[in-house]
């Protein structure tokens, strides 16, 4: 096959026509047209530069074509429009699809969280959501496990405000000195009546603890009947003072011991009992009824 040579006409008069354009002359072969052969503006050279830039694209493509294309046909049809066309469908369809899928989600979100209808003749009140399955890793609200219920007694509500008051000082004292948190709120509930007895009023001691300095200065200490008989008990300047000098006896001397048990109410209540923390013979029992009456052993998770 014979290949045609293309002349590149424009790309060798180039350095002519700026020559020309500079000195602001003509080409012989356009004196006679009218007016100057490039423009007076620059809109003008631009439009020219671009043309001659598309013809000179265009004979290289040929001259491509011819040299190593050349068993292809001579002219090649595109149809880029109808391809930009279905590219720009496409995506917006596919941009359509993620804001429906996006929207979709929201109202299904919404329709769960409507109220359900109450069962025909049913005559109760619609529920804002469907009944939730208890969630045992949830730890239920104070308001649902130390709020006050009908029913109780003037004491489990004196308790229970004992609890809601120092619950947070429990468990700060339980992550401080490793003691449950339990433990130190039965303690506090069981030796200061939920707060009420002369020994906390009078001395903020909720603990029961005794001075056994035999050379106290004064207002360390005041004598209190404890078991029929008289002995110096500590006194604090608040309740939680008080808190952390029961939380220091116990993390040290021989209570110490004790934290091996970790958070082991009950061997916590025996070991107390056993090491003398108290007189009273049923003090452990005591410990672990306050415990599990009041669900102390929350305190501890």
Same mark, same amino acid.
Not at 50 to 65: F, I, N, S
Not at 95 to 107: A, F, P, S, T
Not at 151 to 173: C, L, M, N, P, S
């Given at each position: 096959?014979?290949?045609?040579?293309?002349?590149?006409?424009?790309?060798?008069?180039?350095?002519?026509?700026?020559?020309?354009?500079?000195?602001?002359?003509?080409?012989?072969?356009?004196?006679?047209?009218?007016?100057?052969?490039?423009?007076?503006? $620059?809109?003008?050279? +631009?439009?020219?530069?671009? %043309?001659? /830039? #598309? !013809?000179? =694209?265009?004979?290289?493509?040929?001259? *491509?074509?011819?040299?190593?294309?050349?068993?292809?046909?001579?002219?090649? $049809?595109?149809?880029? +429009?109808?391809?930009?066309? %279905?590219? /720009? #469908? !496409?995506? =917006?369809?596919?941009?359509?699809?993620? *804001?429906?899928?996006?929207?979709?989600?929201?109202?299904?979100?919404?329709?769960?969280?409507?109220?359900?209808?109450?069962?025909?003749?049913?005559?109760? !009140?619609?529920?804002?959501?469907?009944?939730?399955?208890?969630?045992?890793?949830?730890?239920?609200?104070?308001?649902?496990?130390?709020?006050?219920?009908?029913?109780?007694?003037?004491?489990?509500?004196?308790?229970?405000?004992?609890?809601?008051?120092?619950?947070?000082?429990?468990?700060?004292?339980?992550?401080?000195?490793?003691?449950?948190?339990?433990?130190?709120?039965?303690?506090?509930?069981?030796?200061?009546?939920?707060?009420?007895?002369?020994?906390?009023?009078?001395?903020?001691?909720?603990?029961?603890?005794?001075?056994?300095?035999?050379?106290?200065?004064?207002?360390?200490?005041?004598?209190?009947?404890?078991?029929?008989?008289?002995?110096?008990?500590?006194?604090?300047?608040?309740?939680?003072?008080?808190?952390?000098?029961?939380?220091?006896?116990?993390?040290?001397?021989?209570?110490?011991?004790?934290?091996?048990?970790?958070?082991?109410?009950?061997?916590?209540?025996?070991?107390?009992?056993?090491?003398?923390?108290?007189?009273?013979?049923?003090?452990?029992?005591?410990?672990?009824?306050?415990?599990?009456?009041?669900?102390?052993?929350?305190?501890?998770?």
């Amino acid at each position: 096959m014979m290949k045609e040579k293309i002349p590149f006409t424009l790309l060798e008069d180039y350095p002519e026509r700026c020559e020309l354009q500079k000195a602001g002359e003509q080409r012989p072969e356009e004196a006679g047209q009218s007016g100057p052969v490039f423009g007076e503006s $620059r809109k003008t050279d +631009f439009r020219d530069l671009w %043309a001659q /830039l #598309l !013809v000179l =694209l265009e004979q290289l493509g040929q001259y *491509v074509r011819q040299k190593w294309f050349f068993w292809l046909p001579k002219r090649i $049809r595109v149809p880029w +429009f109808k391809l930009f066309t %279905a590219f /720009l #469908l !496409v995506y =917006l369809f596919t941009q359509r699809n993620v *804001v429906l899928q996006v929207q979709w989600g929201d109202l299904s979100d919404a329709a769960q969280s409507m109220a359900v209808p109450a069962a025909a003749g049913d005559g109760s !009140v619609p529920a804002s959501r469907p009944p939730e399955e208890p969630d045992e890793g949830k730890a239920p609200s104070t308001a649902d496990v130390w709020g006050d219920k009908p029913g109780d007694t003037e004491k489990d509500r004196r308790y229970k405000a004992y609890i809601r008051r120092f619950q947070k000082v429990a468990r700060v004292e339980m992550e401080k000195f490793g003691i449950p948190a339990s433990i130190s709120m039965a303690q506090g509930l069981v030796e200061s009546d939920g707060g009420a007895s002369v020994l906390a009023t009078r001395n903020n001691n909720h603990f029961g603890i005794k001075c056994f300095s035999r050379s106290c200065k004064k207002g360390h200490c005041s004598n209190f009947s404890d078991d029929h008989h008289k002995d110096f008990f500590r006194i604090y300047g608040s309740a939680w003072e008080s808190w952390r000098a029961h939380s220091k006896l116990l993390a040290n001397g021989k209570y110490k011991s004790l934290k091996k048990y970790g958070k082991d109410y009950k061997a916590w209540a025996r070991g107390l009992k056993r090491l003398g923390y108290a007189t009273d013979p049923n003090y452990a029992n005591k410990l672990i009824r306050v415990i599990e009456k009041y669900q102390l052993y929350r305190l501890d998770q």
